[in-house]
């Protein structure tokens, strides 16, 4: 720790001695390394991307820094520098939710829809330490918001058809804005049959029908105070997932919040939001229509979480500043009941969470310091208590079995700190930063019993006695920008200590039939993990437009084993073409042959792929009404194909055509 301190304050003494040069002084910021994917308002929705109506998970796939694990049709598991979720943070304006599925078949990204999201911010490593305990990152999806610019009434109906899958999409949208209030709601409905991989294969269970349901209301007073309500209600149900041994008969939510925000006047202090919050998951993963199952199961979870945040931004000086002061409590409980064929023989049951109750309470700050008009320093803190209690008896027996001596609750401190340098000057821009950050081990790492991984084919049993997992963390970026070209390269790289994985132990049997073993979870000395990606984008003419990503990846443990789901070289390149109210975009993405796969993890090597799509569009305006019409082909050449990420090589779509249609009022 002493050696990560001394290492941040050089670097902040070089950045400072080399400001020190510059003689004139000034408070705008200069930009930040921060990612944001701007999927658009509602109103300019179509001006954004060629598939109006694609699922959050193939927007978020636009980011070199994010990846999405596919175990089905629906609800893929975003990983951002390489790593899942237990060592990231995903929030929906800012709040934090917990999946109640033990198999993570319940992302957070699930309970949004693309037509009530403005934005997603993606943040690399302890740059998004601002939303909790990370290693890895953090994205926040934004919803939209009216402003009280544009007052009066606006509607919308969004509707698509996609012949891969006979998926049917049909969602409305209906804001109302005056002087002083507004209200936005939204509403939004799949249903999609099974869809067939490349050659026309069908891939069974790869159905889901879901409906989203998202109001937000305000009320503004005094001119600077705003009161703001919000509500998600998301219900899937009949949603298969060929990659896995069940399907889910039913995945609900209940997402609640209330915020005051307000604006001092004449004050240091430009705005103060705080916001509380309460939202309840429920998950039930279901066999019923899968044939020759061995043992019938019920495994329902449930998740509940009640949180606030405080939020004070202000300026002092050439000082902007940041205090956060964040908690939430949560309770996660899953169950399993086994009903044997033969009705003579006992049903079994236990819990697989055992009821975890978990407190986390922190104060985040960060200080950007303008060293002149064209560089700033930006340092970061954070101090937190993560708490954690095992509230049923017979779960905390059951794992006793396993840890005689563990106590039912156990309290980690959990810190981070960061620092990173910023200069942007005549289109050239680089930067440069160090971090140190800790998490503490997810419900499923420190208290899941007899979990089954069909990755690997093992059963897992959690290890309350984990320490906290530790990274050291460094970054670079480098870009150039004129009006016509813009290009930037960033990486990171993680030395990541007590990393948490699964060891296989022999003197264990497991509960799954035909289960390879059992794993207990276990910290690593370390693990290294390096992210690179290249970003390119060319104004060829006054219509044409190319963009061009590369992205590498590289992960290995401390034996030098490679670490699964590392992707292998990634790339995608795209001509668009506009003029007037048409567009039209070809693209090309694939990815090179898997070197660096990990048996040792249970991963195999994954061939090479290179799929072509095709999408055009025409806007136009009928009196006060507008119209856009986007009709594409998704993997032209009906490519049959899966990527690393694709959980047990599950494909991918085959040739999928698809027309979705956007019209507003």
């Known amino acids: 720790m002493k050696k990560i301190i001394f290492l941040l304050l050089l670097q902040c003494i070089a950045a400072i001695s080399l400001s020190a040069q510059e003689q004139s002084k000034d408070t705008v910021v200069p930009k930040i390394l921060n990612e944001v994917i701007v999927i658009g308002k509602k109103a300019q929705l179509y001006q954004k991307q060629p598939k109006l109506l694609a699922t959050i998970d193939e927007y978020l796939q636009q980011s070199g820094k994010v990846e999405m694990i596919k175990r089905g049709g629906y609800a893929w598991e975003p990983i951002i520098n390489s790593m899942a979720t237990e060592r990231t943070v995903i929030t929906i304006d800012g709040m934090r939710i917990f999946g109640a599925c033990t198999d993570k078949m319940d992302p957070i990204t699930s309970y949004v829809e693309i037509s009530n999201l403005s934005e997603a911010i993606i943040k690399s490593g302890q740059q998004g330490g601002c939303h909790g305990a990370t290693i890895g990152g953090a994205i926040d999806l934004k919803r939209n918001r009216s402003k009280f610019a544009d007052l009066g009434w606006e509607t919308a109906v969004n509707t698509g058809f996609e012949t891969n899958s006979k998926q049917k999409i049909i969602g409305t949208t209906i804001n109302y804005v005056d002087s002083s209030f507004y ?114 199961m019920d495994m329902p979870g449930w998740s509940d979480t009640y949180g606030f945040y405080s939020k004070v931004k202000g300026v002092f000086k050439n000082h902007h500043f940041m205090a956060d002061l964040n908690s939430f409590y949560n309770r996660s409980i899953a169950e399993m009941t086994m009903y044997p064929n033969n009705p003579n023989e006992n049903v079994m049951f236990m819990f697989t969470w055992p009821d975890v109750r978990t407190s986390y309470g922190g104060l985040f700050l960060e200080d950007n310091v303008v060293l002149n008009p064209y560089s700033s320093l930006k340092f970061s803190a954070s101090l937190a208590n993560h708490f954690n209690k095992v509230a049923n008896q017979l779960g905390l027996e059951s794992l006793q079995i396993f840890y005689p001596n563990m106590k039912e609750s156990k309290n980690r401190i959990l810190k981070s700190v960061s620092s990173n340098y910023f200069h942007n000057k005549n289109g050239f821009e680089y930067g440069f930063g160090l971090a140190y950050g800790e998490r503490a081990s997810s419900v499923s790492e420190g208290y899941g019993f007899y979990l089954f991984n069909s990755f690997d084919r093992f059963d897992y049993i959690g290890n309350p006695e984990l320490k906290n997992e530790k990274s050291v963390e460094g970054n670079v970026s480098l870009g150039y920008a004129t009006k016509k070209l813009s290009a930037k390269i960033t990486s990171s790289y993680f030395h990541i200590s007590d990393f948490i994985v699964g060891k296989p132990d022999p003197t264990l049997i497991p509960m799954t039939i035909g289960a390879s073993g059992v794993k207990i979870y276990t910290a690593l000395e370390y693990a290294t993990i390096f992210n690179t990606d290249l970003n390119i984008e060319y104004q060829i003419t006054a219509n044409f437009k190319g963009k061009g990503q590369l992205v590498y990846n590289y992960g290995k443990d401390f034996e030098k084993r490679n670490l699964p789901f590392i992707s292998p070289l990634r790339y995608s390149a795209s001509l668009n073409y506009k003029v007037n109210k048409f567009s039209a975009e070809i693209m090309v993405q694939g990815n090179a042959v898997q070197t660096q796969f990990s048996p040792f993890y249970g991963e195999d090597r994954t061939p090479d792929y290179a799929i072509l799509n095709l999408a055009s569009g025409y806007s136009f305006g009928i009196e006060k009404s507008k119209w856009n019409i986007r009709v594409g082909i998704e993997n032209i050449l009906d490519t049959n194909y899966s990527t690393f990420s694709d959980w047990n090589n599950i494909p991918r779509k085959g040739r999928n055509f698809f027309l979705n249609i956007n019209f507003a009022y």
Do not use: C
């Open 183 to 296: 209200v936005d709601t939204d509403f939004m409905y799949r249903d999609a049959e099974n869809y067939s991989s490349g050659n026309n294969q069908e891939v069974l269970f790869s159905q889901f029908k879901k409906f989203n349901v998202s109001t937000t209301s305000g009320f503004i007073f005094n001119k600077n105070k705003l009161i703001e309500a919000s509500l998600i209600y998301d219900k899937a149900t009949d949603v298969g997932y060929p990659a896995l041994p069940m399907d889910v008969s039913l995945a609900e939510a209940l997402i609640t919040s209330l915020k005051f925000e307000y604006a001092p006047k004449l004050s240091k202090i430009e705005n103060w939001e705080t916001k509380i919050y309460y939202n309840t998951v429920t998950h039930r993963m279901d066999d019923t229509k899968r044939p020759l199952v061995a043992i019938h």
